[in-house]
Every structure is written in structure tokens, then in C-alpha cells.
């Protein structure tokens, strides 16, 4: 018999368990689907010290307290946005946690690259924002939950942007969408399960590489994806130069005027 659908959740997010059991994908179950949660990040976390398994997946249609990093506020409008955590049990300690959230902005980079159409370029603002044409469409949190200093387990939070076509004022000149890049034909965005099925199944792959093995074997794509190359930057700690690539330990490497070059290892680079 076919299940009620539970009130206030996206029928687009029906096939979600189908797809992810499909695809063979690792993580992902089970699933939490919220109608309204404080922060998808703040339920992993919750589940996370009940002893939830790895892969457990939390996903909310809005957020009263949603985060972003550096203790920014994360909007996402009901329906429109992809606002999710997957907690994961992998065998990391704190110091693997840059490398790890920058994995994670590769595998956000991958499923909106693939939404959009080819005519439009997705690429990563070091550490793990996603940009198209230079705005925001997705936004990675990672955190750990801890024993002292052994890392009990992971929360990856990724929100993205879908099907908006009109952002508060506050973000507007910052923030795009899937919908506003859709491919060519498609009328409109692809439905909400199918970009969380992409972003997963590149999580599952990418975390467990770079937890275990570095980014070494990801840090093409990385560059390639590089949307600071060549450009002036500047970051919280005063430095101001050309940004000339990112390091294979996941650092971004900024050349000052007087061509010294300076290693950013934690915080964000702004775009002058
Ligand atoms: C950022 O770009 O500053 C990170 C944004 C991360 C937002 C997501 S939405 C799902 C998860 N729950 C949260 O409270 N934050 C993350």
C-alpha cells in the first residue's frame, strides 16, 4: 500500500529513498524529512550523540535557525531550497575536518554543475562556496561532534539554492539558483531529489577518498573548478593579493604586491 506522504514536505522529494537505494549510494539512510527544524546541522548533531548511524540523512523544507559559517544566518525558502545534513562516521581527527569540508564543496560543485545548463560554469570560492556566474547558489557547513579530542562524528550541511528566482534584498546582489542557470529545455529546475541524490552520491565518494587518503586525488578537479585563480582577494586577517591556487593540503595560496606569498589556511578569501 502506498505510504500517506507526510504534510508540508515537496512531492518532489518522493523518489529520494528510491533513487539513493538505486544508485547503491553508501550514506543517505535513514532519512529525516522535516516540515521545520531549528537546523538540519543542529538534528545531525542531536542524532549524532543518540548514537545514529553513518549516513543518517536530515532534510527540512525551512530552517528557524539555520547556519552558515563564521556564525552567519542561512535563508532558504520553503520548498525551493535544499537544506540538508548527512552525519557521517568516519575515522578522521579534527585536523582532516578543512580538507574534509573542502571535498564537500567539490561534491555541492558537481550536482549543481550537472543541474545547470552547459552553457553555465559552476565553481568553488575557496574553502567550499558554489558560484555561478560569480553568485552564491550553495553553501557547505561542516562540523564535528566530539569526545574530548577524538571526532565521534561528522555533519556535513549543505544548502542550495533551487528553484528561488527572486532573493531577499539583504542577499539578492550575492545569491542565484539552480532555476536561473536551468538547462536549456528543461522548464526549469530538475526536481529537489534528483540534485540531493548527486550531491550524496559525490559525498559518499570524495569524503571517504580525502578522510583516508588526502586531497591529492581530488585536487584537479579542485583547480579546475578554482573560481579565485587570477584574481584579487583579500581575507580577515589582512592579507591582500593575487590568488594564485590552492595547495594540495587544501591551503589557498595568495601572492602579496611585494610577491610574497602567504598560505590561507582556515577563514575566507573575499573578492575585491
Ligand atoms: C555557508 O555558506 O555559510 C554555509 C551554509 C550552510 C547551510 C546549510 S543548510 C543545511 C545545513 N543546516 C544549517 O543550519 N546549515 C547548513
Redesign the pocket.
Known sequence: MKRDWPRGIGRDYEKLEEEIAARGIAIGKPIELLEEI?????AAKRAAKRDALHGALFV?ES?S??????G?A?I?ARGE?????VLLRVKCDARDLPPISLAVGLAARDAVARAIDSSARAEIKWP??VLVAGK?V????VEAVLTGARVDAVIV???INVHQRDFPDEIAARATSIALFARDGSHGAPDRARVLVDLLEGIDRDVALVASRGLGLVHARFVAADALRGKRVTSEDGTRGEAIGIDLDGALRVKRDDGTIVRLVSGEAHLV
Request: proline share 0%; hydrophobic share 30%; charged share 25%.
Open positions: 531549528d537546523s538540519t546541522n543542529d527540512a530552517q535557525r539555520g547556519r552558515g559559517r563564521q552567519r542561512w532558504g531550497s535544499i537544506l540538508a545534513s567550499n562556496d552564491k550553495a553553501g557547505v557547513l550541511g549543505v544548502g
